[in-house]
């Protein structure tokens, strides 16, 4: 008997069909990993076991009986807890009222804040966060929130604990940490149903995998004996060539970064980027990466060293100053720093090469048409470019903001995770899009903390560590020597 | 428990596998033309004159108390006051802000104006452009207020609107300026007479600036800014310009209707267009503006003022009807609004 099974859910949003007769059945106790590309239907089957959407058909088992989640309550009621990606918390309040909200402990007509904070203490000690029951949420770091969604599907007594892409804002020693949390969860026989795009992670954790495309169900497999590229394949239906370099790095130096310090970020980094080369940023969370390149895309004024753009002297005021001088960057944050979902998909491919020109007037019509030769030849699936960006997957949303960059001409590009949340194909993609601009003489700049991405991309790493660059490697250098170079801080007097 | 749990919330931002973009098919622009919000609001305006044009027929024949052109001349000239400062303050509102000073401005320029005029002897011309700087000073203040000091618009402009106000106040020392004293109410400048000035400069602002938003490189910066101001940064958009930009148009466009207001009915009093920010805001949002910015239109504002010019001149014919007024101006813009809510939930 399952734990939790589907059978021939189906489920459409206006015209689109998200599920098409999934069935599916998740192992009491198993560690159960969901994959598939953004758009394959993962988070719709997600919400429908949560409660959030209803099937158009189909049915749920849990334990075997069929069960009607008509409400995220009655999912919770029928022990079925989601954590979501974006942690969904009230950082205005304290950490337990964030865990009972909505079923507060209560004497009588009252809230008993006593016996919630003494409850929640007991929970938080059982997944070893460290913090005060009352401590205001908006404190905590993202991965303590990601922690908090867990102890507060726990204190519903979800015996079923989805976990929808987790691990995406949190450092390599937080997803250690959760997930030592996660296999003792499931030692207790807590079924776990893994939704991740990270292959890593997944066979790390997990024992199971299914595998969605398309909103259909191409198969579930032990883990035991899959190898990464057998589940690409099932996720993409190809084979993903894995590019390696693209050649031709020129001579010319295109960025020039010396002495470049902005307290207490960073300090001292020096750095070059040549004409058509990829240079890779790699650091751990709080080395300065991000602090970087906003700092060259004019976001923030350095307040020592020079930066040379082709040989003249580089200090913007503003993005839009470094815009019209070629200096554009791809930001971290998609959704809040890089798109407008009020606007239709053309003006968020034109605004940027609009704010950096001279002129004023706009001239749409001619423009519609090299918007539209954008979208088919970058592959993005969209229904017209007069509808809004809210309507496009992860990676096609990555690929607008690209776009729109790209439209500007720029010298240098600045790149900050720019595959951070997107699936494998559309990530080859980018790469592919990448590789092919620098090749016409662009310099890039790519902050990553996805190693393997960033050494499969990158022509040559730099590598900082609380804000100073800790040497340069070569292309051909391993994931160990990186995180050498990273990590040397815990060395009495390195450097 | 009326708080929203965390694990409920909606399914905002889901950036991974929401469902795939919604297949529309190319419906002609003829179609979606007739699906804006400037057409609809259009549509409830037409709405609103026939009922009246029915409701106030004449029993026995002779001439009709609501359709007729005197009247409906009327009702343009004193909507323009409004319509004239909601395109300003829709400006603002698009652009994610509020401006709650128009009111207050509008009232600060018609003394000012007369004290320049009649006090020290000022030319006309000297006294009007007098008059628009108090908007320039106003929208100025809200700006520097709003972008430097980056204070809540709301505040902002509450904190100007007080200002003004009591600026207002300060300069008439209880009196009012009367300028009718002085221009003869069958003045007529460049041979247009005074009572057409306010719908014509209504009208031309309005196109203009609609062409503005639609077309010009700032205008579109305005929409962006108010859709996601950290985006706009990172795009590019000076944000502070374009803030600047709106709250001095909201302020100059309220002088306006400030001057118009006193050429026309010959008064500058520290009182005049009380609670005219609000009955603006309402406007804008009826003509399909959104509060969180983003979204709204300047030709739906104007058409918005007018639909409640129209409330405000045939209300007081029905008997009866006048203590309803402001009670119906309020069912109005709520009974808008949720309609078009729920019609865009349908289209979504």
Known sequence: ?495 | MSRTDPQHGPAAADAGSGPPPAATPGRSRWVSLLRTRELSTLFILVAEIAFFAWYLWPDGGGRHPFVNAENGLLILKYSAIYGIAAIGASMVIISGGVDLAPGAVIALTTVVLGHQYLESQWSLLASILAGLGVGVLAGGLSAALVVLVRLPPFIATLGVMGITRGLAYIVTEGRFFDVSARIPPSWAPLGVPLDLIAPIVMVVLTVVFHLFMRHVQAGRAVFAVGGNETAARYTGIQVGRIKTMVYVASGVLAALSGVILVLGQGQGKADLANGYELDIIASAVIGGASLSGGRGSVVGAVLGTLIFGVLRNALPQIPGATFYDRLIVGLVVVVIVVVDQLLARRQA
């Open chain 1, 1 to 495: 008997m399952s734990a939790l099974a589907f059978e021939d859910v189906s489920k459409a949003f206006g015209g689109v069909k998200a599920l098409r007769g999934v069935t599916l059945s998740v192992a009491p106790g198993d560690a159960h990993a969901l994959m598939g590309e953004n758009g394959a239907g993962k988070s719709t089957l997600m919400k429908i076991a949560a409660g959030i959407y209803r099937p158009d058909s189909g049915q749920l088992l849990r334990n075997g009986e069929a069960v009607d989640l008509a409400s995220p309550r009655a999912a919770l009621a029928a022990g079925i807890g989601l954590v979501h990606q974006e942690t969904l918390l009230f950082p205005n309040l304290d950490v337990a009222e964030n865990i009972f909200a909505g079923h507060e402990v209560r004497r009588g007509w009252f809230v008993d804040r006593r016996a919630m904070h003494e409850r929640a203490a007991s929970l938080l000690a059982h997944l070893r966060l460290d913090v005060d029951p009352s401590t205001t949420v908006s404190r905590l770091s993202a991965a303590q929130q990601q922690l908090l969604q867990v102890a507060r599907a726990l204190a519903f007594k979800c015996e079923v604990l989805i976990l929808d892409e987790p691990t995406t804002s949190l450092t390599d020693t937080e997803v250690d940490r959760l997930f030592s949390v996660l296999e003792q969860l499931r030692s207790r026989g807590v079924t776990l149903i893994y939704v991740s795009h990270r292959l890593p992670e997944v066979f790390r954790l997990c024992r199971t995998v299914s595998v969605l495309r398309d909103g259909q169900h191409v198969g579930t497999w032990p883990l035991e004996g899959k190898s990464p590229q057998d589940i690409v394949r099932a996720m993409v239906g190809r084979d993903l060539a894995t590019g390696h370099g693209h050649g031709k790095v020129g001579d010319t130096i295109r960025l020039d970064v010396r002495g470049l310090t902005r307290r207490p970020f960073f300090t001292d980094v020096h750095l070059q980027v040549r004409a058509g080369e990829i240079v890779g940023l790699f650091g751990l969370i709080g080395a300065g990466r991000t602090e970087v390149v906003e700092t060259l895309f004019g976001l923030y004024r350095a307040e020592a060293g020079t930066v040379q753009l082709d040989g003249a002297p580089f200090a913007p005021q503003a993005p839009a100053d470094a815009i019209r001088q070629g200096v554009v960057l791809q930001p971290e944050m998609r959704q809040s720093q890089g798109l407008f979902f009020n606007l239709p998909i053309s003006e968020n491919l034109l605004l940027a090469r609009e704010a950096a020109s001279k002129g004023w007037l706009r001239q749409l019509g001619r423009e519609r048409g090299e918007c539209e030769a954008l979208l088919s030849r970058w592959g993005i699936k969209a229904a017209s470019i007069d509808v809004p960006p809210d309507s496009l997957s992860g990676g096609n949303q990555q690929k607008v903001v690209l776009a729109k960059w790209l439209l500007t001409a720029p010298r240098i590009l600045l790149l900050d995770e720019p595959t951070k949340g997107v699936d494998v194909g559309a990530k080859h993609d980018i790469h592919q899009l990448v590789r092919e601009e620098a090749a016409r003489g662009m310099g890039c700049l790519v902050v990553s903390s996805d190693l393997p991405e960033l050494l499969a991309l990158a022509d040559r790493i730099v590598v900082l560590r609380q804000g100073r660059v800790q040497g340069e490697l070569l292309r051909g250098a391993t994931e160990e020597d990186v995180m050498h170079l990273a990590t040397r801080a815990d060395e009495p007097d390195a450097a």
